[in-house]
């Protein structure tokens, strides 16, 4: 039996046992009874020595010295012992081990040791919400939902309302990763957004009390994969967080002084998994640093314990670094208060509920997010500007730019005001018990809702509204390091079929959207002996392929399995063009593309973030062969891609001449020099002189480039 049983908050991913251990008699009493079941002598475990001891042995099984289901015995053992909170942690850190899909252990099910770790200890907010998050990308909202009812019952039965708080702000955000049917999406976006505003409406109406240092979990990253209109639920899940008592918030003191003669810039790096932004900044970071060090002190904020080629390379150049805990965002805002930045910058927020959390609080003067790291607004108003490139995005003066506002007004119209012309219709099991989990009645009132989302669908360039004051970069803001030649294979090398077209979509199957199915018709419609290559996550949608493209064209479609990052690129280098995807496109897959002199197909005009794709076609002058006005032009030019030589191989030298304009950063790094100095003296973005930027001369180009995407067909 334990000794001194009171009420603990248990680090959930066990990274805070970073000192020394065993530092006494009865941690390492403790640690001999996990990891060998030896009783000790007299029957009791100190609730703290086991906490340790369990950390301890996560980090022994972390670093691949224990197998994760010897670590799950070790985990059985303190429950056996009375200890639930030590077990409930050691299991979720042992899921994250598992699954030969996630690129862990295939022995294991991460599946099964979340639900051990729930089983264990229901109430701990941190269990409950990686459980349930997992389900949810599973596909299994019900599921999902499900856990957070028992998890956030079993919080306030603990007396952890701040808890329980945090899991109906997520069983309010539930939302499935990937779309079946068209039809469904219109539904699951309106459903979701009455879902984030009645519980806005109800947390506001209460004072939240607990452990405001926890975090509320992870972040709705499916919202945009839906293809409405981001603003309405960003701004409703800021005002969640606020009203569950998220701590960091407020002003930090000194963002009322003065700015520094040479101002301190700090980046912070994104959290977790999440790569692609920091591939995208990298050159920029390195460039001011060696080109600007004597005018800006340029510094990067790491999370403890992250290890990214962006993070070594970024600590490398860095004029300074700062080290914050990525499980508790008080101590990561004070740690980035003591270093003063004047102004700081987010490479992605969205992506990670710490950098979320981190945002809400004013931490320097001036505070920006780099757009292309996830690029839709944050909805918070403590972050002042959104960067981005002309290449990207519509320039805020072209007339028709008030079209992303009427997007999001005409969202919460469809949604929040009945119309008997057309409704919802009855909602789902899944809405259902996701607002069952999150506390609220039935939603009776929406089955009169008007579902005119079709004008609230943000298709085309310049479609989506911030609430940050969008800035354009003439150039493309990026530093993208080309990706270096993988070793040369064929088609036969590779498996893949050697006299047919062939076409890739490798992009996860969250951006596989019902809408997409009609370009993926028209390509096997007019090169009918053509093969499209998917990742192997992609066959969730078979049964709608089945439908949409026919069960003849499945044979066509081919599944390749995990693969390392060189694999991948040759296998692009063999593709007869790479197909972007809609309405979510390619970041870095496309640019990774063009760096195999692999041409990228896209269609502008069905796209509702920023035009990335199209944005790299110009900036290598091939906008006019390969962007599409609509999906019969789309398999067109596939089409042509794979069936005359000609054309493709005119494609792919010029590509592979030009490419270079995708990888030189120079100019990008020069406009973020002048802009970060500028800002950081509180000088508005608006009244920069034409020097500086926005150049008048860039303006009047992007107007006419504007002018020729109506023409074209890829603008509305």
């Avoid at 009791?44 to 906490?51: C, G, K, M, R, T």
């Avoid at 070793?487 to 490798?506: G, H, I």
């Avoid at 998917?534 to 693969?563: C, K, W, Y």
Wanted: glycine share 8%; with cysteine; aromatic share 8%.
């Amino acid at each position: 039996m334990p000794r001194a049983m009171s009420r603990h908050l248990w680090c959930v991913l066990l990274a805070a046992a970073a000192h020394a251990f065993p530092t006494n008699d009865a941690e390492r009493t403790a640690f001999a009874y996990l990891i060998n079941g030896t009783e000790p002598a007299d029957g009791l475990l100190e609730v703290d020595a086991a906490a340790a001891a369990s950390a301890h042995v996560g980090m022994l099984a972390n670093s691949g010295r224990i197998a994760p289901n010897d670590a799950a015995l070790c985990a059985d053992r303190a429950r056996r012992a009375g200890l639930p909170h030590a077990a409930a942690a050691l299991f979720n850190n042992v899921a994250l081990l598992c699954g030969e899909i996630y690129g862990g252990d295939a022995s294991c099910d991460r599946g099964e040791m979340y639900e051990r770790a729930h089983d264990a200890a229901p109430g701990l907010a941190g269990v409950t919400l990686n459980y349930a998050y997992f389900l949810e990308q599973r596909d299994d909202p019900l599921g999902a939902a499900r856990v957070l009812r028992r998890g956030a019952e079993a919080s306030e039965a603990d007396g952890d309302a701040y808890g329980a708080a945090g899991i109906r702000v997520m069983a309010a955000s539930l939302c499935q990763p990937h779309v079946r049917r068209a039809q469904d999406a219109p539904a699951r976006y309106a459903r979701l957004l009455r879902r984030l505003e009645d519980l806005a409406v109800d947390l506001e109406q209460q004072d939240i009390q607990g452990d405001a240092r926890s975090l509320v979990g992870n972040m709705p990253i499916a919202w945009p994969y839906l293809g409405y209109a981001f603003y309405p639920l960003a701004k409703r899940l800021g005002r969640l967080y606020a009203a569950a008592g998220v701590q960091p918030a407020g002003v930090a003191p000194y963002c009322a002084k003065e700015p520094r003669t040479k101002p301190r810039v700090a980046v912070v790096a994104e959290f977790g998994g999440n790569t692609s932004p920091g591939l995208l900044f990298v050159n920029v970071f390195r460039g001011l640093r060696e080109k600007y060090s004597d005018r800006l002190e340029l510094g990067i904020v790491v999370p403890e314990g992250l290890d990214t080629d962006f993070t070594a390379s970024a600590i490398d150049a860095a004029a300074f670094v700062v080290y914050i805990p990525s499980d508790d965002m008080v101590e990561a805002a004070n740690v980035i208060e003591q270093a003063r930045p004047d102004v700081l910058v987010y490479l992605a927020l969205g992506l990670a509920h710490q950098t979320y959390a981190l945002a809400r609080r004013r931490l320097a003067r001036v505070v920006l997010v780099f757009g292309h790291g996830h690029p839709l607004t944050s909805g918070l108003d403590t972050v002042d500007y959104f960067v981005s490139s002309e290449s990207y995005e519509r320039d805020p003066t072209w007339p028709n730019r008030g079209a992303s506002s009427r997007h999001a007004i005409n969202a919460e119209a469809a949604v929040f005001f009945d119309d008997d012309s057309m409704v919802l219709g009855a909602s789902s099991d899944a809405d259902d018990a996701a607002r069952k989990a999150a506390g609220l009645a039935p939603d009776y009132g929406a089955t009169g809702a008007t579902l005119r989302l079709d004008a609230a669908a943000p298709r085309g360039d310049g479609a989506q509204k911030y609430e940050e004051q969008l800035v354009l970069f003439e150039h493309s803001s990026i530093g993208f390091d080309e990706p270096p030649a993988p070793p040369y294979s064929t088609r036969a090398d590779l498996d893949l079929p050697e006299n047919a077209p062939v076409f890739c979509v490798l992009q996860h199957s969250k951006k596989l959207h019902p809408d997409f199915d009609a370009a993926l018709a028209s390509v096997l419609e007019k090169a009918p002996e053509a093969f499209i290559l998917l990742l192997e996550g992609a066959r969730t949608h078979v049964p709608r392929f089945n439908q949409s493209l026919g069960e003849d064209a499945l044979e066509q479609l081919i599944f390749l399995p995990r693969m390392s990052r060189e694999r991948v690129l040759q296998v692009v280098s063999q593709c007869d063009a790479f197909l972007d995807t809609y309405p979510w496109g390619g970041g870095v897959t496309v640019l990774e593309s063009l760096a195999m002199c692999t041409p990228v197909v896209v269609l502008p005009r069905k796209t509702t973030i920023l035009q990335l794709g199209l944005g790299h076609l110009r900036t290598i002058g091939l906008e006019r062969d390969l962007a599409a006005r609509d999906v019969d032009q789309f398999g067109a030019i596939a089409a042509r891609l794979g069936t005359d030589n000609y054309f493709r191989q005119h494609m792919r030298q010029t590509i592979c001449t030009r490419k270079k304009l995708l990888f030189m950063s120079n100019e990008s790094v020069d406009e973020w020099a002048r802009f970060l100095i500028h800002v950081a003296h509180d000088k508005a973005a608006v009244d920069l002189k034409p020097e500086t930027w926005p150049w008048e001369k860039s303006r009047e180009l992007h107007r006419e480039q504007a002018a020729r995407d109506y023409e074209r067909g890829w603008a509305f």
